[in-house]
C-alpha cells in the first residue's frame, strides 16, 4: 500500500506541474488589444437548428459587438420550433442581420458542417467568425481576436469557451478543458505546423477568407463530426498558422441544458476524435481510472484507518483540475468531483465507442449519423 502510494502521489505531482505550465503557451486573447492593426471587413455566421430557447440572448450580445465593419448572418437550418419567427422578431430594424434558409441536407454531409458552408456562400468579407447559437461573446470580442490574428500571423483562431453554470452536467462539460490542458502539448499545437497536434473548437472560429478558400472550406470536411478539429488540420496543412487561444473572459457558452444532452453530444464526437482507436479507448480509460478515480479509493481507505497522508493523491488530482477552473473561469467546486467528472468522461467515451463498433448511429438534432 505504502508502494502504490509513493508512485500514485508522485505522478499526480508531475501531471499537476504539466497542467500548471503547459498553459504558458496558450495565449489569453483579452490580452491582445493592439488597436493599429489594419481594419477588416467581418462576418460572424451563425447556423441554428432548433435553437429558439437561444435566439433572445444570441441576438441580444449580438447586438452589442463593437466594430464597424461587421455583419451578422444567421441561417434558420430546417427548424422544427420558432427559430425562424423569432430571429425576425429580435432582429428587425438592425440592418447589420441577414436572415437566411437552410438547404435540404445532402447525403454524406454532416448537418453544422452544411450549414457553415452554405452560410459561407454568404459572405465576401476578409474574416469569418463561426459560432454557435448558444454562444455568447463580449463587446469588444471581434477586435481582441484580428489583434491576435495580426499579433501571432494566425490565419484561424479557435478556443473553448467560458460554460456557464449547469450544475451536474458542469462536470462533465468542463472536462474540455482538462483534457485540453492535460493531453494537449499547447507549445506544439501553437508553434508547429504539426497536424497531430491541432486543436478546435466549433464553438469559437475565426478565420480569414483567403486560408477558407485556400483549404477548400467547410465543403473538404463535408462529412466530418469533428469539422473544427479536421478544418485546423487543412489550415495548418496547406502551410498556415492555427491559434488555440483561452477565450474564456471573452466568450461564453450555455452547452447543454440536461445530461442527456451532453451524453448524446459528447457521445458523437469523443470516440472519433481519438480516431476511432479501440486501444486509445482502453488506454484512456485505464488512465483516468487509476489517476483519476483510485485517489477516491485511496482517501477512502485513508478515512476509515485514520491514514491522512494517504489523502494526497485525491488532493493532488482536485488541484490539477482546480488549476484549470479558476484559469477557465469555472467554478472551482467541480474540481471537487474530478473522480466523478473521469467516471463521466469514461462512460461517454465507452458509450461512442460500443455505437461505433455496433454501427449504431450517432443522433444529434433529430438527425443520425455513422
Known sequence: MVILFIVLSSIEAFLFLWVAINPLWLPSLHRYTNRSYKKKTVSVLVPL?????????????????????????LLDDQSSDDTKSLLMEHTCRDSRFTIIEGKHLPEGWNGKVHACHHLSKYSNNEVMFFIDAD????????????????????????GFPTYLDNKLVQFLVTMQHFVIHLHLPLFFANYTKRQATTAACGQFI???????????GHEAIYNSLVEDVELGRLVKKHGDRVILANITKLVSCFMYGTIQEAWEGFTKNIFI???RSKIGAIGLSIFYALFYISPLLLAVYAVFNLQWMFLLPLVLTVLQKGIVDIRTRTSPFYSLGMP???????????????????????????????
Do not use: C
Not at 138 to 149: D, G, K, Q, R, Y
Open 340 to 370: 466523478l467528472s473521469a467516471a463521466m468522461l469514461i462512460g461517454v467515451l465507452w458509450t461512442s465507442m460500443y455505437k461505433a463498433i455496433t454501427g449504431k448511429a450517432y443522433v444529434w438534432k433529430g438527425r443520425s449519423y455513422q
Open 206 to 216: 475565426a478565420i480569414n477568407r483567403t486560408t477558407y478558400n485556400k483549404i477548400g
Open 135 to 158: 454562444v455568447r461573446i463580449e463587446p469588444n470580442t471581434i477586435h481582441h481576436t484580428l489583434a491576435l490574428m495580426e499579433n501571432q500571423y494566425a490565419s484561424m483562431v479557435s
Open 273 to 275: 476524435g481519438i480516431g
Open 49 to 73: 437548428r432548433n435553437e429558439s430557447k437561444n435566439v433572445p440572448g444570441l441576438i441580444a450580445t449580438l447586438r452589442n459587438v463593437k466594430y464597424d465593419e461587421l455583419e451578422f448572418i
